[in-house]
């Protein structure tokens, strides 16, 4: 980490606006390659002869390096100063993606991919510790929309325009589409973001760096492959819950046992109540956002038969709707009550999920686009105003680490909606199958109607599309059951809002000492 005069936003920056570019270009392509590759994949088994199971670890090799990598980013720029951790990342990140398009073979890429994803894990926190850095308190809430939109845009945008340079060009082309993007981002960093001393305070903790990563390393790997496992029916997924379990354990005895300062995981953030209300706020958004950007593609295509290029023009708009909401919440942030803008954007969102659970089989695009430009605008009126409580009462010396968490919670709690969202999705598709041909025998009349008879029966051919039919109703149903449940957890979070309280400039300095001692 830098020193304090170095980090202090009341400093004058030059070039604010070149280092605002520079690191935004950095977040967008990092932002982007967590789904940007997901349409691609298909054309990468058949290329690469990989089976269904193996293609996945193109994905979780990112994931899963990402995770694992992300909490260094503290001790790092510790060790080596903030504008050095942030240019080696660019840079690896740029090569990485070239290694990707290049890959020949499986094992090659999930190898670069992984690569890709240690040096790109300290990207988006270093992007926005740079950013309420550069800017004084009162304009963090413009920084922190600025920034907003490349986190939040790019997986929205990803599989959109992944899937668009896989049919034009090749998959190959997803990543190499990084490179003009990270050069730019690196000569920008290099030119204009100010030297940032190392100033070496803090010793690195092995053990605890070990322990915590297991610990996140077992849940990624759990998350993601649970349902291919048949979860706690397969061996492998009870091994990865046991390591989760006892590495956390040692990781938690051994941070809280060390002086504060001395641990890989500076528990004093812990003690910051806008940090912490934060930390839970961003895992929920985590969840709902890329749950939501997991069902809603599989619905339009599975279900409704919509090609790749049209299911993403129609999902589209939300981002359009969250870069609205950002505009504007921006310059709203520091004039009106945090509370107030996140109450209103969490209560767009439930709205947007209510009508999500409202969907049936027979849907116009309309029905589809205004949901999600209603949710995407909730989301944008959360995520800014959320960044900025977060880190409003956090001192500068703690950005760095305290980025990193918010970033991992995000990334985690997306990972446990995905996970949840399609062992639901097919559990209760599976119920509801065995519900409705509970009613399908000779005592139905309805099945008696000679029209309907006709047309389905009860053997043969009229019987195999009775069934189709009976799975697409069955796979509706638990899609509007995943819409309803996260429409409860939404709502449900509103109430925490009171534990967030709005930093005063007048006090500012007072409560960063206080959070330091």
């Known amino acids: 980490m830098s020193s304090a005069a170095a980090e202090s936003p009341t400093q004058p ?19 982007l390659d967590g789904t940007i590759a997901n349409v691609a994949l298909p054309h990468m088994q058949g290329n690469l002869s990989a089976s269904q199971d193996q293609i ?82 009162e304009k963090h809430g413009s920084a922190m929309a600025v920034w907003g939109m490349g986190v939040m845009i790019g997986p929205i945008l990803g599989p959109t325009l992944g899937g668009w340079l896989t049919d034009a060009y090749d998959w190959r082309w997803v990543f190499f589409i990084n490179v003009p993007v990270g050069a730019m981002a690196l000569y920008g960093a290099w030119r204009y973001i ?103 593609p599989s619905m339009l295509q599975g279900l409704m038969g919509y090609p790749a290029a049209t299911a993403g023009l129609v999902t589209a708009p939300s981002g359009l709707g969250t870069m609205l909401a950002m505009v504007i919440v921006g310059r709203l942030v520091g004039k009106v009550d945090v509370r107030y803008l996140l109450a209103a954007g969490f209560g767009l969102t439930a709205l947007s999920l209510w009508q999500m659970s409202r969907y049936t089989l027979v849907l116009s695009q309309s029905d589809i686009v205004w949901p999600g430009v209603i949710q995407g605008i909730g989301l944008g009126l959360v995520f800014v105003p959320l960044s900025t409580a977060t880190f409003s009462t956090l001192p500068p010396q703690m950005r760095a680490e305290g980025t990193a968490i918010y970033s991992l919670v995000r990334n985690i709690g997306s990972s446990v909606g995905i996970a ?93 000492h206080a959070a330091m001692e």
């Not at 909490?71 to 993606?97: E, Q």
């Not at 290694?99 to 090659?108: F, K, V, Y």
Request: glycine fraction near 6%; proline fraction near 3%.
């Open 56 to 137: 996945t670890w193109v994905l979780t090799s990112f994931i899963l390096a990402s995770a694992i990598t992300m909490p260094l980013t503290g001790w790092l720029c510790d060790r080596f100063g903030r504008k050095n951790v942030f240019l080696a990342s660019i840079a690896g990140f740029t090569i990485a993606s070239v290694l990707c398009g290049i890959a020949g073979s499986l094992t090659e890429i999930v190898l670069a991919r992984f690569i890709q994803g240690i040096f790109g894990a300290a990207l988006v926190p270093l992007s926005q510790a740079v950013l309420l850095d550069i800017n004084p308190r």
């Open 420 to 512: 949840l969202v399609q062992t639901l999705l097919t559990r209760n598709t599976q119920i509801a199958h065995a519900s409705l041909t509970e009613h399908i025998n000779v005592a139905n009349t309805a099945l008696q109607s000679p029209s309907v008879n006709a047309f389905y029966g009860t053997s043969g051919a009229g019987a195999a599309l009775l069934n189709t039919e009976i799975t697409r109703q069955a796979s509706m149903m638990a899609y509007i059951d995943n819409f309803w449940m996260m429409f409860l957890m939404t709502l449900a979070i509103i109430p925490l809002l009171i534990l967030m309280r709005q930093a005063r400039s007048k006090d500012a300095g007072q409560i960063d």
């Open 13 to 31: 920056i030059q070039h604010r606006g070149m280092i605002t570019i520079s690191i935004m270009l950095a977040t967008i392509i990092q932002a």
């Open 194 to 296: 100010p030297k940032t001393p190392a100033t070496r305070r803090m010793r690195f903790d092995m053990f605890g760096f070990v322990t915590l990563s297991l610990a996140i390393g077992a849940l990624q790997m759990l998350l993601d492959r649970g349902e291919q496992n048949d979860w706690f029916s397969s061996r492998e997924t009870w091994i990865e819950a046991i390591l989760l379990a006892i590495s956390l354990a040692y990781f938690i005895a051994h941070t809280a046992l060390r002086p504060a300062g001395k641990s890989f995981f500076d528990y004093r953030l812990l003690m910051n109540s806008n940090y912490v209300t934060g930390l839970v706020f961003i895992s929920i958004v985590g969840m709902v956002l890329f749950a939501t950007r997991a069902l809603t």
